[in-house]
């Protein structure tokens, strides 16, 4: 695959928070590929950096260092001014659709809002564009002159994606989309984002704490764990044959709909640490089952398992670690 | 006094409640049963609406105005084996059941731990509250209690307060306060909903293991089946204030009876099913439309609107039918899934 392919090249995304006892490293040192067109799941716990990571792409949160190359031009270079262009090419869709909407305005106002920004059009133009979004994401363009509170919570989520779609961007950044809804309504929503990627050949960042439905959505995966990458690569590989310890525990844990189901349950001990003063060497080291000593002193280097499979873990080659992810 | 085969500790009989403001009146519980065996775990699932949660906060009488319970029975067998009937409890009467018979945990415990008493302190009440016990004797029980849900330096922990504590061990600090005073019957109201995957299966587990080793009953209040099949013997599908499906957990998730069931289980995305062996992705088939408000519920079955089994039969609501061995569906149609 060229790099022509690749939409969104990030590079060592690090953002650290000071605060009053200390600084909070949110994001460590975090790099990824978005290829064009398809859909990339950054799965991890709270507390993972996911949500921070996702923001800082689009440069919501002003990342404390790394690059963001964008298009073949890297946001973080980039003024305000220079950015604003940008903002119309990278939207982003929110997880609560209670808190994301502003209750005060009528639905034509909220996504109206992101084209007047744009300077997209205008009088009728702009409310025939308001109705075309509105059906697109499978709303009744009559009711554009409705208030937010007048919509269950997965039409609302409808109306977050039409806003976001408003400015025809090319790259969203869907941060847990369908978390809140009910599950009748996720499967809904999953097919709406569905659709609109293939019809509008969008890329998508989508942040999940889901693993079945990130499994099933994503084209490839990349799995936190406090603020750092663990494991990435194409999702069939990582859910067939997870190399990381972090990567089984995490799949091993969700629990599937079938009580028959036979499975080797990793039971992770503790919490995660705080990223306040993360653990040295590998930061997973002390939930890990297969810690060693040597752990604690090398922060572990991304190291290939497969075509484009990618494991920060010194034991990943150990025949223990890679049977237990065989036997999930 | 009313009768309760020996096995069963918690039997609801078409419990109605009602939130009533002017002339609205909201059915949220319309007419649910299920029985509760002793040691073993029922899972209420259903989506928000369902009643779910009413109906065990009407179980501990938690309920705040305008809701009542307005009809049905909530017979319990207590510790010396008496059967009561919660619904008509005096709240006198109510106060002793609460905490020492059954003990109720909540999704999120920080709100439901009290932020300026120590976990300590917020046990040893619990304790003293329920059975005279010097101030030591309740501070090793609550210390035993903590080692019990796996809380590492448990006596270091007794002095700590909620916020000091992460999501996972406040639940465990929570179910070890529910536990403190070995109740029979453990209301768990979406225990794990707020907590990560990996913390989830920790708690999980953990009750599995006190079911075990106490022998209490868990009445489990979730909307996620994938926990439902982890953790439940007998299932209970709520839908619209109604049970809309009954039936042990192999049974309901081998051959559901009722579409909304059926439904669900098909919407949770499934790799393996939803995705073509070349990684091509297949549509999911969602339930058509959202959950109706509980204020203007459609004569007639209340998931006819959202079923793509609809027939002219479903304007009148069925009963609960017969659709295998202890297999209860409210579906006309049972008999075609």
């Given at each position: 695959m060229s790099s022509n392919d690749i939409l969104l090249q990030v590079e060592g995304l690090t953002k650290h928070f000071p605060t009053n006892n200390g600084v909070v490293k949110a994001v460590?040192?975090?790099?990824?590929?978005?290829?064009?067109?398809?859909?990339?799941?950054?799965?991890?716990e709270s507390g993972s950096g996911k949500t921070t990571a996702g923001r800082c792409t689009l440069r919501l949160i002003e990342p404390s260092a790394g690059r963001l190359m964008f298009d073949g031009v890297d946001l973080r270079?980039?003024?305000e001014r220079e950015m604003r262009v940008y903002r119309r090419r990278l939207q982003i869709v929110f997880q609560d659709p209670y808190s994301s909407l502003n209750p005060r305005l009528r639905v034509e106002d909220i996504i109206g809002e992101a084209i007047d920004t744009h300077g997209l059009a205008k009088g009728t133009a702009r409310r025939d564009r308001i109705a075309e979004l509105l059906s697109r994401v499978g709303l009744n363009p009559d009711h554009a002159r409705?208030?937010?509170?007048?919509?269950?919570?997965?039409?609302?989520?409808?109306?977050?994606?039409?806003?976001?779609?408003?400015?025809?961007?090319?790259?969203?950044?869907?941060?847990?989309?369908?978390?809140?809804?009910?599950?009748?309504?996720?499967?809904?929503?999953?097919?709406?984002?569905?659709?609109?990627?293939?019809?509008?050949?969008?890329?998508?960042?989508?942040?999940?704490?889901?693993?079945?439905?990130?499994?099933?959505?994503?084209?490839?995966?990349?799995?936190?764990?406090?603020?750092?990458?663990?494991?990435?690569?194409?999702?069939?590989?990582?859910?067939?044959?997870?190399?990381?310890?972090?990567?089984?525990?995490?799949?091993?844990?969700?629990?599937?709909?079938?009580?028959?189901?036979?499975?080797?349950?990793?039971?992770?001990?503790?919490?995660?640490?705080?990223?306040?003063?993360?653990?040295?060497?590998?930061?997973?080291?002390?939930?890990?089952?297969?810690?060693?000593?040597?752990?604690?002193?090398?922060?572990?280097?991304?190291?290939?398992?497969?075509?484009?499979?990618?494991?920060?873990?010194?034991?990943?080659?150990?025949?223990?670690?890679?049977?237990?992810?065989?036997?999930? | 006094m009313s009768e309760l085969p020996a096995d069963i500790v918690l039997r609801v009989d078409d419990l109605r409640t009602h939130f009533e403001a002017g002339d609205r009146v909201a059915k949220s519980v319309d007419g649910v049963s299920f029985d509760v065996r002793r040691g073993e775990t029922v899972a209420v699932v259903g989506e928000s609406g369902s009643g779910k949660s009413v109906t065990s906060l009407s179980i501990m009488r938690l309920l705040s105005a305008p809701g009542r319970i307005v009809g049905g029975d909530i017979l319990y067998r207590a510790s010396d084996d008496r059967v009561l009937d919660l619904a008509k409890l005096p709240e006198k009467a109510m106060r002793g059941i609460r905490g020492r018979e059954i003990a109720m945990i909540f999704q999120e415990p920080m709100t439901s731990l009290n932020p300026l008493y120590t976990i300590g302190d917020q046990i040893m009440e619990m304790v003293q509250l329920h059975e005279p016990v010097s101030r030591a004797e309740a501070r090793r029980r609550a210390k035993r209690m903590l080692e019990l849900v796996e809380i590492p330096a448990a006596d270091r922990r007794l002095d700590e307060y909620p916020h000091q504590m992460s999501g996972g061990m406040r639940q465990r600090a929570m179910i070890a306060l529910a536990l403190a005073c070995n109740p029979k019957l453990l209301i768990a109201d979406e225990p794990t909903t707020a907590l990560d995957v990996t913390i989830q299966a920790q708690i999980l587990d953990l009750l599995r293991r006190l079911q075990a080793e106490i022998g209490m009953s868990i009445l489990f209040i979730t909307h996620n089946l994938g926990v439902v099949a982890e953790i439940a013997h007998d299932v209970?599908?709520?839908?619209?204030?109604?049970?809309?499906?009954?039936?042990?957990?192999?049974?309901?998730?081998?051959?559901?009876?009722?579409?909304?069931?059926?439904?669900?289980?098909?919407?949770?995305?499934?790799?393996?099913?939803?995705?073509?062996?070349?990684?091509?992705?297949?549509?999911?088939?969602?339930?058509?439309?959202?959950?109706?408000?509980?204020l203007a519920l459609p004569a007639g079955c209340s998931f006819a609107p959202r079923c793509s089994l609809v027939t002219s039969e479903c304007e009148s609501n069925p009963s609960l039918l017969v659709a295998g061995p202890d297999h209860l569906s409210r579906c006309w149609r049972h008999e075609t899934l």
């Open positions: 460590d040192g975090v790099s990824f590929d978005v290829k064009r067109g398809t859909i990339v799941g950054l799965v991890g270079t980039l003024s409705r208030f937010p509170h007048e919509f269950s919570g997965g039409q609302r989520q409808r109306i977050g994606i039409a806003r976001a779609l408003a400015v025809e961007p090319e790259f969203i950044v869907a941060d847990e989309p369908v978390s809140a809804l009910d599950v009748s309504v996720q499967a809904q929503v999953l097919n709406l984002i569905q659709d609109l990627q293939q019809s509008f050949g969008l890329t998508m960042l989508f942040i999940a704490h889901d693993l079945s439905v990130v499994e099933y959505l994503c084209d490839e995966v990349v799995v936190m764990y406090l603020g750092r990458v663990m494991e990435k690569g194409p999702s069939r590989s990582i859910y067939a044959k997870p190399r990381h310890p972090y990567t089984q525990a995490l799949l091993s844990a969700a629990p599937i709909p079938d009580p028959k189901a036979s499975r080797q349950r990793v039971v992770l001990k503790g919490d995660i640490p705080s990223p306040m003063n993360p653990p040295s060497g590998c930061v997973f080291r002390t939930r890990c089952p297969f810690a060693i000593a040597e752990c604690a002193q090398v922060v572990p280097a991304f190291d290939t398992v497969g075509p484009e499979h990618q494991v920060a873990c010194i034991r990943h080659g150990d025949p223990e670690v890679i049977s237990q992810g065989q036997q999930l | 209970v599908v709520m839908y619209a204030g109604r049970v809309v499906e009954k039936a042990s957990v192999d049974a309901l998730f081998d051959n559901q009876k009722h579409p909304y069931t059926r439904g669900l289980l098909a919407c949770i995305p499934n790799a393996t099913r939803d995705r073509a062996p070349t990684g091509e992705r297949m549509r999911l088939n969602p339930i058509p439309g959202s959950v109706p408000s509980i």
